[in-house]
């Protein structure tokens, strides 16, 4: 059974700073991962989505990567804003296509 | 706890029909239900926002008239696709939550295939 962790669970940075998500999956067997961006009461926003074949995905201030043997993934913020304080969530969609979500991580960005 | 169902999992059905497809939550009460689409090899969008007792609320681009959905109970949401055509094929998923500002639980999803 795919488990999906996700590590910090919360982070609080000051503006500017670099950082990191960790998102990791127990079965390699995966046909895609996603990283997802949940605004409070709002539906979950798609970020990046890395086929199993791909190795990073990139957009603006964001790049994904993904390890399909170590069962791992990065989300990769570069010049953190206040307006990037969200949970980040990934999910990994298995060969039978049902979705697997991590809990998220909470990050807040310090003005 | 928290788990929410989708049914069914997969359905075929002709161009020109429609079909529901039920999202439960079912051992917590849902104020909220998203619903989301996923075409292959793309990345999953959201539909439209649903609050239990009210209209709801469709993301830009979203025909109301086309995607009906209907959240009658603090358990149930469901959307029915109507007149379906082969460009409606998809993986539609849905989430419930407590509170609006509570985290999602999500379905499993649901394949559709229009013939």
């Known amino acids: 059974k795919q488990e999906v962790t996700q590590i910090p669970a919360a982070l609080s940075v000051p503006e500017g700073e670099n950082l990191v998500l960790n998102c990791s999956f127990t079965?390699?067997?995966?046909?895609?991962l996603q990283w997802f961006r949940q605004d409070p009461g709002k539906g979950l926003t798609s970020l990046l989505l890395i086929q199993s074949s791909q190795r990073e995905q990139t957009s603006g201030r964001l790049n994904a990567s993904l390890d399909k043997s170590s069962g791992r993934s990065t989300l990769y913020i570069a010049a953190s804003q206040p307006g990037d304080s969200a949970t980040y969530l990934c999910?990994?969609?298995?060969?039978?296509?049902?979705?697997?979500f991590g809990p998220g991580t909470r990050l807040s960005v310090l003005p | 706890g928290a788990v929410v169902s989708q049914h069914p999992s997969r359905v075929i059905c002709k161009s020109g029909t429609s079909v529901k497809i039920e999202c439960r939550s079912l051992d917590f009460q849902a104020t909220t239900m998203f619903w989301y689409r996923q075409f292959p090899k793309q990345s999953l969008m959201l539909m439209a926002t649903s609050n239990e007792g009210s209209k709801a609320t469709y993301e830009q681009g979203v025909e109301k008239d086309k995607f009906l959905i209907n959240h009658a109970s603090l358990t149930l949401s469901t959307l029915t696709v109507t007149s379906a055509h082969p460009e409606d094929s998809s993986f539609y998923i849905c989430?419930?939550?407590?509170?609006?500002?509570?985290?999602?639980?999500f379905g499993p999803g649901t394949r559709l295939t229009v013939l």
């Open positions: 989430s419930a939550t407590k509170a609006i500002t509570d985290t999602q639980y």
């Open positions: 999910a990994v969609r298995n060969e039978g296509q049902n979705f697997v």
């Open positions: 079965d390699s067997a995966i046909y895609n």
